[in-house]
């Protein structure tokens, strides 16, 4: 079946109502298909658009006229335009301080560099016992950073030193009664900062910071440091009894993972003291070996935790 096509010329008929005669079935309006009382309120509310609400809500009278939490930047000015409202508050009375963005480093240089043997490892050894201390192959230390504004140095933070050695160094089977700390030579920079602040106001800031490994021309890969034998021997008796055990004669023991240490004065980098502290893993070692004298058992103790926990460092009695 074909359908005609539509005539361009044709005039649209206007929509005409639905047929409300009395006769018929329809409803002729919203209240007529409720109750009388329900439909009439019902088609009042219809009637109301929201815009009407609105507006009679926006021009209801006040007693006091509400101050507009914004006005327009770009187009005409409203009346009684304000140009210091701000939020809803009139800022016109508020006194005007500068904004102080803060302060920037503007510049840094090394106003000095130089080689200091920092403590990274420590050995104990009492009777019949033999000390040994391994740090091989990379740095595994932390070492505090320093700065000052004026005359007095404070910590501000630390610095890992992680880069590869390719190198190993320590002792080897000190004792008996032996207990020293060992250092290696790190280079440290002293660093000169010039920071600008709001205002236009500078200040000068000096930082100590630790570098990398470094053994200087003729100098020693690593030294011997502090003699800490007092801390082995009678003390055992003071010590916790968790933090206590005994190796075996004939046999060793060492720390080689997941245990740290630290030092409060692990070095003195142009005239400001540095804290430090080693990680000790499978390349950063301490050892106790014991002797075959069985009269009497080689204890050690941990200094912070159980010889299995997390001890730090062990000593020996």
């Known amino acids: 079946m074909m359908l005609a096509a539509a005539d361009d010329d044709a005039t649209p008929m206007p929509l005409m109502p639905l047929d409300t005669a009395a006769d018929s079935d329809e ?114 230390s932390t070492v505090e ?16 030193l992680g880069s590869s050695m390719s190198v190993s160094t320590g002792y080897t089977n000190k004792g008996p009664y032996f207990a020293k700390q060992w250092k290696v030579p790190i280079k440290y920079y002293k660093y000169k900062e010039t920071w600008k602040c709001g205002g236009g106001n500078t200040f000068t800031r000096y930082v100590v910071k630790p570098g990398k490994y470094s053994v200087p021309a003729g100098g020693a890969t690593g030294k011997y440091g ?12 003071d010590s916790p009894k968790k933090h206590r055990a005994y190796v075996t004669a004939g046999t060793y023991f060492q720390l080689s993972k997941n245990r740290s240490m630290k030092w409060s004065g692990a070095v003195s980098a142009f005239g400001v003291g540095l804290g430090g502290s080693t ?39």
Request: hydrophobic share 30%.
């Open 27 to 140: 409803p002729a309006s919203l209240a007529e298909s409720e109750g009388e009382a329900d439909g009439a309120l019902r088609a009042a509310a219809y009637a109301r658009s929201w815009g009407s609400k609105t507006a009679d809500a926006s021009f209801a009278p006040l007693e006091e006229p509400v101050t507009p939490l914004w006005q327009s930047a770009t187009g005409d000015a409203v009346p009684n335009y304000n140009p210091y409202l701000v939020n809803g508050s009139d800022t016109s009375s508020l006194a005007i301080t500068p904004y102080d963005g803060g302060c920037d480093r503007t510049k840094t240089r090394i106003i000095e560099k130089n080689t200091f043997y920092t403590t990274v490892a420590e050995g104990h050894a009492f009777w019949d016992a033999k000390a040994s201390v391994d740090y091989d192959s990379k740095l595994s």
């Open 145 to 160: 950073v320093a700065a000052k504004v004026g005359k007095n140095w404070t910590i501000t933070g630390s610095a890992t």
């Open 226 to 237: 502090a003699d800490v034998r007092s801390k082995d021997g009678n003390r055992f008796w």
């Open 279 to 317: 990680q000790y893993d499978k390349e950063h070692k301490q050892r106790i070996t014991a002797g075959d004298r069985k009269y009497f058992k080689h204890y050690i103790w941990g200094k912070s935790d159980s010889i299995s926990g997390k001890p730090g460092v062990f000593y020996s009695y």
